[in-house]
Structures are given as C-alpha cells and as structure tokens.
C-alpha cells in the first residue's frame, strides 16, 4: 500500500488491480477489500442479484463473496489492461461453473481509481447475459 | 489515416478514437478506419463480419433513434485495444434514455480497427429496447 500523498504510476495502478484479481482467484478477499475506498461502489451487470449498485465496500465484498460462493472453477482471465489517471480498465475472459456447466463471457472491468490506486467506483460491463442463463440453469 | 507500415502510438489512437466517435454519432463513418475482416459486436445492432457490413451496422445505429448521443467521458490505448468509456444518450417516441457504453476496440498498427465490441448496460439496453 502506497503511503498518503504519493501518487502511483499508471504502472503501479495496473499493478494493483492486476493484484486483485490474483487475490480473488487465491480467495483472499482480505487482500482485495484492501484495494476499495470504504466508500467505493460497485455497478454490477444484467438483472441477476450480482447487478445493480453495492454501495459501501462491506456491501460490494459482500456481493464479491456471494458470487465467490455460488459458482466453481471461477475463471478471471486478464487479456489486457490499460490506465490513464483516473480509470484502469480491464479486458478480460471469465468463465463460470454451475451445476456441472460451463458459461464463458467476455467482460470489461471499469475501475475509477484515486491518486494511491484504491479503486472508488466499478463498472462491470459485459456482451452477452451468460451469466443470468447460468443462474437459471 | 497513417500510412501503411506507420505504427500509431496510443495518444494518437486515443484522437483518432475521439474523432470518429464524435462522427459516428452523426452517422458518418469512415470506412478506411477498418481492416477489410473487421468484425463488430453491438449490444444495438448485433454482430457484423467485414469492413461493409461493419460500416454499415455504424451509420444504422443513429437512424434507429431520434436522437442519438456519445460523449466521450474517457478513453485509453496501448499498442493493442482502445477503450472508450462513453455517455450515450437517445430519444425515441418521446422517451430519452442514459445510459453508460464501453466500446472495445482491437486495432493494428496503423490504427485500423480489427474488432469492435460496443456494450450497454443490460438495463439501460432493455429500456431502449422497449421504447
């Protein structure tokens, strides 16, 4: 963590979300909490119950390990991460199982990133509902 | 355009990217800035194969609405993708409708787009959808 008042490199913002991704691909939901602002909020996609607004980071861990709990084999394939100041942005291809069957789905992760690369909003967008057929399923 | 074989740096793809967004909301759409095998995937207009068809899908999205918006609110490159974060808002039989789209674009070394994937907020796409 970055002490207050330095202000990471793009570099070192890609760094960090790349790091949270592991983190949560690892379990470490510790670890990835420590990357939001206690009141970042978190816009999920499509009308399952991972879409909508969490605001709050207690609430936005508590969707992340919901999800954590509802599907296997979770799947956080980063194929590539770009920054500026303000946004890092990562592509990347996810796949899911649930009840034995597979959905894979290409997602973009908007994260709105302050000076020490703590994320404070996050956008999930995505180009297909695999994952509502998925909870259907 | 850049001349073939002139690799674009990511500012000037992030320009070239702006320009043509604020074009394409006025429906015009410039048909060199696409690979002859470009494809195109839009939560609007479905999925489109080759430069034509690609184009085309581009300058029908406007002609859907009677009103139709993309404001850039940011957009980044590296030597492979652009990202633009856009604001969109349109208006059909009286209705205007906001939402946030992430276009993704895949392009070569000339700047020319590859891949396109353009996507909308599943809700915000419904209530368009349902105008």
New interface residues.
């Given amino acids: 963590m970055a002490e207050a008042g330095v202000k990471l490199s793009l570099d070192q913002k890609i760094q960090k979300i790349r790091d949270g991704f592991e983190a949560f691909k690892r379990g470490d939901l510790k670890a990835v909490s420590e990357l939001f602002t206690d009141d970042a909020v978190w816009h999920g996609r499509g009308s399952t119950k991972f879409g909508g607004d969490f605001k709050g980071k207690d609430a936005l861990m508590g969707n992340m390990a919901q999800f954590a709990q509802t599907f296997q084999d979770i799947r956080l394939d980063i194929h590539d991460i770009l920054a500026n100041d303000k946004h890092v942005v990562a592509l990347v291809n996810n796949s899911v199982t649930r009840n034995g069957k597979t959905y894979a789905d290409q997602q973009t992760f908007v994260f709105h990133v302050d000076d020490q690369g703590r994320t404070t909003e996050t956008w999930v967008a995505s180009d297909t509902e695999q994952l509502k057929k998925s909870l259907e399923n | 355009m850049a001349q073939s074989g002139t690799k674009l740096t990511p500012p000037q793809k992030i320009e070239m990217a702006r320009k043509a967004i604020e074009a394409g909301s006025r429906g015009e759409v410039n048909p060199e800035g696409f690979s002859r095998d470009a494809v195109m995937?839009g939560?609007l207009v479905g999925e489109a194969r080759g430069r034509d068809a690609v184009v085309a899908a581009l300058k029908k999205a406007p002609t859907m609405f009677e009103e139709f918006q993309q404001q850039p609110h940011?957009i980044?490159?590296?030597n492979?993708?652009v990202?633009a974060?856009i604001n969109l808002k349109v208006k059909s039989r009286g209705k205007t409708v906001e939402a946030?789209q992430?276009m993704?674009v895949h392009t070569n070394d000339q700047g020319q787009v590859t891949e396109l994937?353009a996507?909308i907020?599943?809700?915000a796409l419904?209530q368009i959808q349902n105008r």
């Fill in positions: 995937r939560s940011a980044l490159a590296d492979d993708h990202v974060l946030q992430v993704v994937w996507m907020e599943p809700e419904k």
